[in-house]
């Protein structure tokens, strides 16, 4: 079912974010033209819970929605990072001031695997300490909230969290974690 990249081109590269057009052949020979890909850097997201039991929850203005919107801490995967489990403990140290031991793997998915080449890794860290103050990049404006799990199973049924991919990883952690339905 795999498609034959006859051809590719870079029209836009950024920083974070890059857009080539191929030409493609399927299996059955049919010709895809154009067809775009964004590329991206990977991604890494965690579900971070304290030492007390809190969930880390962060709220920040989110531009393309224009929303200020619930998340929980996550971000790209630098060049220096040897590994995606390092990206997420730096992510979560850089936004929230938490430092954590090894975090637990969850899985990996994808933002739309029809248009993006990357993908998200997914953690649960417990045991979190407040240790630093946030060290943000230059665009960033991060509250940092503690929530219980309870406040967080409501803000989900109520749909209060928009990043869809961030919704999928408290999932699996609460999965991982033991914690019953969202009913």
């Known amino acids: 079912m795999k498609w034959k990249v006859l051809s590719s081109e870079y029209l836009f590269k950024d920083l974070w974010f890059k857009v080539r057009r191929e030409r493609c052949e399927t299996p059955q020979g049919k010709i895809v033209d154009p067809y775009y890909v964004y590329d991206f850097p990977n991604w890494v997201t965690v579900v971070p819970v304290t030492e007390e039991g809190k969930i880390i929850m962060i709220k920040q203005y989110r531009h393309a929605l224009g929303e200020v919107c619930l998340e929980i801490p996550g971000g790209c995967i630098d060049d220096t990072d040897p590994n995606p489990e390092t990206a997420a403990l730096r992510e979560l140290k850089e936004e929230t001031g938490y430092v954590f031991d090894t975090p637990e793997f969850l899985g990996t998915i994808s933002a739309n695997p029809s248009t993006n080449s990357n993908i998200m890794y997914m953690y649960l860290a ?20 503690l929530w219980s799990i309870e406040e967080v199973k409501k803000a989900l049924r109520e749909n209060k969290i928009m990043q869809s991919m961030h919704v999928t990883c408290l999932l699996y952690a609460f999965e991982k974690m033991g914690i019953p339905g969202m009913q």
Not at 131 to 142: A, G, P, R, S, T
């Open 126 to 145: 417990k045991g979190g300490k407040k240790m630093y103050e946030q060290q943000l990049d230059h665009n960033e404006e991060i509250e940092v909230e």
